[in-house]
């Protein structure tokens, strides 16, 4: 089972709008409505931001949002805070024997 | 408040053994799905292995079948990864992490536990 694509990097400066994306194949995050989003700062363990492509935690904010088309998932975080910096990871439920399968992780940069 | 407490990680030799463990609190712990994940330094997440509730259902990754065994105590609240035969490429942090029963996320992780396997 190879690991969910993401992008290296994305940065971009207060107060703007970025989009990570997350593209696997119809095994994965194509088949099912089961895709989440997490975040970690370094030396941290990870914090779950989105679930289920698109639901919000408790607790978690507004400016992060997550939509799916086809065989990609993407997580939006509006008005970019210097905190916002971080590496972020998609996950999806897969029909392989392998049950889980991570993305390559997201370096977001505030600049 | 949940938290999840890993240990038993540490520095082993190629070919040898190590069993963490993760120690839960302040949930029902049998009425949760659990997982181990790890993070190779440097590197992204990786699903390791899933047990259910009642723990008679269980699942590896690829990557470590018929190396490791996953195991829960439900009166000792504790999850549990049994690790034979490592290899270099097995060290990491591991982390546990529950999963709300059909729900296929992680919504509450551990700290993490560092298992350096090197001669």
């Known amino acids: 089972q190879s690991a969910l694509t993401q992008p290296a990097s994305v940065s971009g400066s207060p107060g703007q709008s970025i989009t990570i994306s997350c593209t696997g194949t119809?095994?994965?995050?194509?088949?099912?409505?089961?895709v989440s989003w997490y975040q970690q700062h370094p030396g941290k363990a990870p914090k779950l931001m989105i679930y289920d492509v698109s639901n919000r935690p408790s607790g978690v904010s507004n400016r992060f949002s997550g939509s799916k088309s086809g065989n990609t998932a993407s997580l939006t975080i509006s008005g970019l805070q210097a905190e916002d910096e971080a590496d972020y990871y998609c996950?999806?439920?897969?029909?392989?024997?392998?049950?889980?399968?991570f993305g390559t992780g997201t370096k977001v940069t505030v600049l | 408040q949940v938290q999840l407490v890993e240990s038993g990680g540490g520095l082993v030799k190629p070919g040898g053994s190590l069993r963490l463990s993760c120690a839960a609190s302040g949930f029902t712990f049998s009425d949760y799905y659990m997982s181990w994940i790890r993070q190779a330094p440097g590197k992204g997440l990786e699903w390791v292995s899933y047990?259910?509730?009642?723990?008679?259902?269980?699942y590896y990754a690829d990557s470590v079948k018929g190396r490791f065994t996953i195991s829960r105590d439900n009166a000792k609240n504790s999850l549990y990864l049994q690790m034979n035969s490592l290899r270099a490429e097995d060290t990491a942090v591991y982390y546990c992490?529950?999963?709300?029963?059909?729900?296929?996320?992680?919504?509450?992780w551990g700290q993490g536990t560092l298992v350096t396997v090197s001669s």
């Open positions: 119809s095994s994965d995050v194509g088949g099912y409505n089961y």
């Open positions: 996950s999806s439920y897969t029909s392989s024997i392998t049950l889980y399968v």
């Open positions: 047990i259910s509730s009642s723990g008679s259902t269980i």
């Open positions: 992490a529950r999963e709300v029963q059909l729900g296929y996320y992680f919504d509450y």
